[in-house]
């Protein structure tokens, strides 16, 4: 997914601060649940799931 602005933008967009969006996409990362994939893209991936459909 394209990221549509800045991540202090879409925090204050979606009512979070820049730190917590920050941290949570991190975690996300960490936990291998989703991958940046440049500046504005992020890319989630689903756990579990053997094939699409």
């Known amino acids: 997914m394209s990221l549509p602005a800045k991540l202090m933008e879409l925090a204050d967009e979606i009512g979070l ?14 936990e291998g649940r989703a991958e940046r994939t440049g500046e504005r893209a992020l890319r989630l991936i689903r756990k579990g799931r053997t094939g699409r459909g």
Not at 17 to 30: K, S
């Open 17 to 30: 601060t820049h730190e917590r969006l920050h941290r949570t996409l991190a975690r996300l990362v960490r």
